[in-house]
């Protein structure tokens, strides 16, 4: 039979070593435990999922997975009623020597570009008299948001051939290379 357990001066001390950084330590890792992948965000603070993008008004969403290069994305197989609506899933592009990185969720993508101060936030969609869709969104650059759209067509290998236009199909940073990565950029010049 086991001996009852009385409390001796080390557990005391134990306790009153530990007891009070018991209830904050809990609190602080209770609050990290809802940041980061896989609770509803990217992971990386910056706001809503890409998937979150809605097609812009005056144009009509489109599954990304229809695309002619959807092969190059995440997208899961097809049904028998066509390409899958929810679009693709979580994919990480970047062109280095643009040092440009996209990240395509759903039928959404986000374009950045840090060292220009720029970011695109767009849905695959059709615009009435485009000659098919493209991502549709909002360029902001250093604060200032314009509407804008990504043209996008399968490159070589994995990667997607991509130009950025701003009003008026104003070429914004020239051809982009966007190929699969989890590398970060190259840091900006200067």
């Not at 009509?60 to 002619?68: E, H, K, L, S, W």
């Not at 220009?116 to 200032?144: E, I, K, M, N």
Request: hydrophobic share 45%.
């Amino acid at each position: 039979m086991n001996a009852p357990w009385h409390p001796t001066a080390r557990d005391a001390r134990l306790r009153r070593l530990w007891g009070p950084l018991l209830a904050p330590v809990c609190a602080a890792w209770l609050l990290l435990a809802g940041c980061g992948p896989g609770v509803g965000g990217t992971g990386d603070g910056e706001g809503p999922p890409v998937s979150a993008f809605p097609a812009p008004a005056g144009t009509t969403a489109q599954p990304v997975c229809g695309a002619d290069f959807a092969d190059r994305l995440a997208c899961p197989p097809a049904t028998t009623t066509g390409p899958a609506p929810e679009g693709s899933l979580l994919l990480r592009l970047s062109d280095p020597a643009a040092r440009a990185a996209a990240v395509v969720e759903g039928n959404a993508i986000e374009l950045l570009a840090p060292c220009s101060q720029l970011r695109f936030q767009g849905a695959w969609a059709q615009r009435p008299g485009d000659a098919g869709p493209r991502y549709h969104g909002t360029l902001t650059v250093a604060g200032v948001a314009t509407a804008a759209s990504l043209r996008v067509q399968a490159g070589s290998g994995s990667s997607l051939q991509a130009q950025l236009l701003a009003e008026a199909d104003r070429d914004v940073l020239g051809a982009l290379l966007l190929a699969p990565s989890v590398q970060a950029l190259p840091a900006c010049p200067g």
